[in-house]
């Protein structure tokens, strides 16, 4: 493994190790995933069917995802992966479903604090771009990128998180 020196002299940063960014990348994925969930029904389900639609959700895909990479392994490597093998990728792919948790956190949060059940998903929305904005520098900072490189990187993930609102807007208000 090697490590790079900051220029200004300061003590190297060690790179992440290869499941970090399998780690990430899921977060990521569950982000966007929370997101368009509040997004496509927010406005007509109830907090607790929304909440309970995001988990339900994410455990499919999170699922679905290993399931199908463990038979793809199975056929390539003509072997049953190992129990550990599965375990690891089980736990890798886990931020899919660990990543709402706090936008619906915040979800369940406002509603209880009296926000309508939109408003209340709004908040969540809200939150899962934050998450995805956090997620974009953390991944930029992982590269170790620096001024406007890393504003770059942040940027588009947060232009990702908007890019959500907008086509929310334009399919809720504008298309119905």
Known sequence: MTTTRDPEGKAPELPESPGAGRRRAAGIYGAIITASIMTAVGRTVPTLALALSVLVTLVVYWLAEEYA???????????????????????????????????????????LAGASAFAAANFGIVAAIILLVAHGWAAGRAAQLKGWQLTASTSIAAVLGLVMVALKDLVLLHLH
């Open 69 to 111: 990479e463990v038979l793809g392994r199975q056929t390539t490597g003509g072997h049953v992966p190992t129990w550990v093998y599965i375990r690891a990728r089980l736990s890798g792919s886990w931020p899919i479903v660990s990543a709402s948790f706090l936008p619906l956190a915040v979800l369940v949060v406002a509603r």
